[in-house]
């Protein structure tokens, strides 16, 4: 079992659509939940950063992580155009593991 | 601006040259992470240092990569005798401290060997 998992996508939306990117991770071990997005040709953007359990909101992004179930998702309410990216989640206990993320697509 | 900064944003060059990828962090940030992003792949570590020491270089993938760390700040990492499989996007990260700090990232030097 890889040590943090994440569907790859694509996913396309329509613009004013909720979306949600998921991810799961497998040693309980892990502290600490971030999330990123990366536009093309360009570096990771850090978007979210967590270490507890719970929702974690800022403007239209919601990071939710669950650590009973090793589960943490992304939510993204009214998207854009322009939150059209990669978005990578990754989980940090001793060591930074990224998802191999998720392309997102939101059409007008 | 304040953000990381790495150079060349492009490089192509030919097989067997050697290249030097070069990294500035943001300032203050003690700890300084290079990746690897190839296409469709995910992101690849490579190396982490914390401050002029790289306790953690277990992802360099041959004897051909190196990289130092000079005055707590600019990084510099090395591919000597390029492969075609070394073309990739290469990444440099800062974080302000620990590991798990968040990592602030550069856009990335495109490295193309012919």
């Known amino acids: 079992q890889k040590e943090v998992e994440q569907d790859p996508g694509p996913l396309s939306v329509p613009e004013g659509a909720i979306v949600s990117l998921n991810c799961t991770y497998s040693?309980?071990?892990?502290?600490?939940f971030m999330w990123y997005r990366q536009y093309s040709r360009k570096g990771p953007e850090l978007l979210m950063y967590?270490?507890?359990?719970g929702n974690k909101e800022d403007g239209r992004f919601t990071a939710q992580v669950d650590k009973s179930s090793k589960y943490i998702s992304l939510f993204i309410r009214d998207s854009q155009p322009s939150d059209s990216a990669t978005y990578l989640c990754?989980?940090?206990?001793?060591?930074?593991?990224f998802g191999k993320g998720t392309t997102l697509s939101v059409s007008s | 601006g304040a953000g990381v900064s790495q150079s060349p944003s492009n490089k192509v060059t030919e097989k067997g040259k050697d290249v030097e990828l070069r990294c500035d962090p943001i300032?203050?940030?003690?700890?300084l992470y290079w990746y690897r992003q190839s296409l469709g792949q995910g992101l690849e570590f490579l190396i982490y240092?914390?401050?002029?020491?790289?306790?953690?270089k277990s992802g360099l993938p041959s004897d051909r990569f190196s990289a130092e760390r000079t005055g707590g700040s600019v990084s510099t990492l090395t591919i000597q005798r390029t492969q075609q499989e070394d073309s990739a996007v290469y990444l440099c990260?800062?974080?302000?401290?620990?590991?798990?700090?968040?990592?602030?990232f550069g856009d990335g030097t495109r490295l193309s060997i012919l």
């Open positions: 990260a800062s974080s302000r401290d620990r590991w798990t700090q968040p990592q602030h």
């Open positions: 040693n309980s071990a892990f502290q600490y």
């Open positions: 967590t270490y507890s359990s």
């Open positions: 990754a989980i940090a206990g001793t060591a930074l593991i």
């Open positions: 300032s203050g940030h003690t700890a």
């Open positions: 240092f914390q401050g002029n020491s790289a306790p953690d």
